[in-house]
Nanobody
Framework: QVQLVESGGGSVQAGGSLRLSCAAS????????MGWFRQAPGKEREGVAA??????????SHADSVKGRFTISQDSAKNTLYLQMNSLKPEDTAMYYC??????????????????WGQGTQVTVSS
């Protein structure tokens, strides 16, 4: 089991920045994939960014809609996942969720690849 707790959401104006954090606990070593997803009212939950661990290396993946603006990173020593969000737009407004998966070979940005989810943190961007 893996427990995930997000923090760092809030309200900002367009062009602003936020950094989301996700504190992981439990059997985190077995989670080779960690990701951020978001869900706006009336829309499907979509993958934003993911980090995939291969032995001692890792790689990241970002959705096209956030490339160049958002950056996912991980501090393994602290078991914490981050999402740095810059140049925020009103369309980034959503509930943001942290997720963990044992494997995500089916797609690192696919909701169905993930086994564990946090409760979410709200991000609101005003124009």
């Amino acid at each position: 089991q893996v427990q995930l707790v997000e923090s760092g959401g809030g309200s900002v104006q367009a062009g602003g920045s936020l950094r989301l954090s996700c504190a992981a606990s439990g059997n985190t070593y077995s989670s080779r994939c960690m990701g951020w997803f978001r869900q706006a009212p009336g829309k499907e939950r979509e993958g934003v960014a993911a980090i995939i661990r291969y032995n001692r290396d890792s790689t990241t993946s970002h959705a096209d809609s956030v490339k160049g603006r958002f950056t996912i990173s991980q501090d393994s020593a602290k078991n914490t996942l981050y999402l740095q969000m810059n140049s925020l737009k009103p369309e980034d407004t959503a509930m943001y969720y942290c997720a963990a998966a044992v494997y995500c070979s089916g797609g690192a940005l696919l909701r169905t690849s993930y086994d564990y989810w946090g409760q979410g943190t709200q991000v609101t961007v005003s124009s």
